[in-house]
């Protein structure tokens, strides 16, 4: 980790610490929506029991749509199916900070002794990996904006993160889209633009769009501004002369645009995380990034599950845990690193420091193994795993699992994308898994256990 100063649901956000607060306080949560997705993230709160939260904790704020220009003269866009109505899109997720600016939601968390507020996209699930540490950051370095990055070759299309200086002397550090950076270089620093240097990365790290405020000075911020963030415009071109868009334009605004309403004095910062730890969206469908070049991140449902596998692996290989090697595999015509199916619950460990703490010496986990832990108080000593062991523990109850487990294990089968008779969510992943064998463990009732094969 390095740090220095420096589309369905359209953006969320959750406070990320609470002062004073006992470790298992309820954490508010908000999801900004638009009427393309509102409705349907309303269903599947519902539908999925708010998927464990209270519904009081979850607040859903809708964005406006704005009306839609037709071409370089601006001219509005009309509805294709009624020339009598004006074409509109949502205005762009950096509407976030009106919107919890004027619905109340920060000063009630204020309120309730909440000091930062984490902005996540929804995409990407490996995120929650690195914010702990990111937090920490924050709060050493008293950073009142943290954008969350990653390692960046030079010229990739992702952002990239920049210290930028005005000719009067004024500096802000800011994500440049990745577009602007290679021409922003040209024309100032290095005529040959975005380059790598000598670690085989850009100096300009990858912006993830994850960013970390500070609440109370996030608050005194839009209370000038009322959360207003300055809007561009972004036309996708039919061909080179620039004369006709492939679709309709709109004013839109960018979440991570926000440090550029702050004075020079604001404490901005990045924190540089691994890819492996933090990033690993999950945005394209299968047929899309299948067509994707060899090497290159496909970005879609396969490649955003197996990443998760490889950093629980990765992760324990780094306290001191055997983990087999990867093989490679093809799913839904990506070719994939497939790592010991690692899974844990939140609870079980947040930080390296608990999983240090529960996992002991001489412990080894094959390829082919499958491991779930469900539970706050799993501690792993001595296991050789060769097979699939699943935990699960109420808070109360305090397990040992240790000794030489080997089964048949839980067997990954290729399925494939185009056959509708398989649910979606299966078909996206490339896979189905067979649950063939497994060592199983549930305890329910507080008390002392040992599992062993």
């Known amino acids: 980790m390095r740090n220095a100063p420096a589309a369905s649901v359209d953006s969320l956000a959750a406070p990320a610490s609470v002062e004073g607060g006992e470790p ?7 999801i900004m929506t638009s009427d393309d997705t509102h409705a349907r993230t309303l269903e599947l709160l519902e539908s999925n029991a708010y998927f464990g939260m209270k519904p009081s904790q979850v607040t859903l704020i809708k964005q406006e749509k704005v009306a839609c220009l037709a071409d370089n003269d601006a001219r509005l866009a009309v509805d294709p ?42 995409t990407n699930g490996l995120l929650f990996k690195a914010i702990p540490a990111s937090l920490g950051v924050s709060a050493i370095r008293q950073y009142q904006v943290n954008s969350l990055a990653v390692p960046r070759k030079a010229k990739e299309a992702i952002g990239g993160i920049a ?23 040209r024309a100032t620093i290095n005529p040959e633009g975005d380059v790598n240097s000598e670690n085989g990365f850009s100096p300009f790290p990858g912006n993830i769009n ?44 960018m979440m991570q645009d926000y440090p550029k309403t702050l004075p020079p004095t ?7 995380m691994d890819i492996w730890l933090a990033y690993a969206p999950v945005k394209n469908n299968p047929e899309d990034a299948a067509k994707v070049p060899k090497g290159n991140p496909y970005h879609s449902a396969t490649s955003g599950e197996m990443a998760i596998y490889r950093a629980h692996s990765l992760i324990l290989r780094k306290a001191g845990v055997q983990i087999g090697d990867p093989i490679m595999h093809v799913f839904n015509g990506q070719e994939v690193e497939v790592w010991p199916r690692i899974v844990w619950k939140p609870k079980w460990a947040l930080t390296f420091s608990d999983v240090k703490r529960k996992i002991k010496e001489n412990c080894s986990i094959s390829q082919k193994s499958t ?29 040992k699992v240790e000794g030489s487990v ?48």
């Open 81 to 122: 199916q009624n020339k009598y109505r004006i074409q509109t899109k949502p205005h762009g997720h950096g509407d976030v900070h009106s919107l919890l600016y004027s619905s109340g939601l920060l000063k009630k968390w204020h309120d309730a002794g909440v000091k930062w507020v984490l902005f996540f996209q929804d």
């Open 210 to 253: 994850q960013l970390i405020l500070e609440l109370e000075s996030y608050i005194e911020e839009l209370q000038k501004t009322g959360g207003a963030i300055k809007e561009f415009v972004n036309p996708k071109y039919k061909d080179a002369t620039k004369t006709s868009f492939k679709s309709s334009t709109r004013l839109e605004c």
């Open 163 to 185: 210290k930028l200086t005005h000719a009067d002397g004024r500096t802000m550090v800011i994500n440049v889209e990745y577009n602007q950076l290679d021409p922003l270089l």
């Open 371 to 399: 491991m779930v832990l469900k539970g706050k108080n799993i501690f792993i000593e001595k296991l050789s795993l060769d097979g699939a062991l699943v935990v699960d523990s109420i808070d109360g109850a305090e397990v």
């Open 266 to 272: 604001a404490r901005v910062g990045f924190t540089v």
């Open 24 to 30: 298992q306080k309820e954490i508010p949560f908000a």
């Open 406 to 453: 080997q089964n048949s294990g839980w067997i990954l089968e290729n399925v494939d994308y185009k056959d509708t008779s398989i649910p979606e969510e299966i078909r996206i992943r490339g896979f189905k898994i067979n649950k063939v064998e497994q060592l199983e463990g549930n305890f329910h009732e507080p008390g002392k256990y040992s599992l062993k094969p």
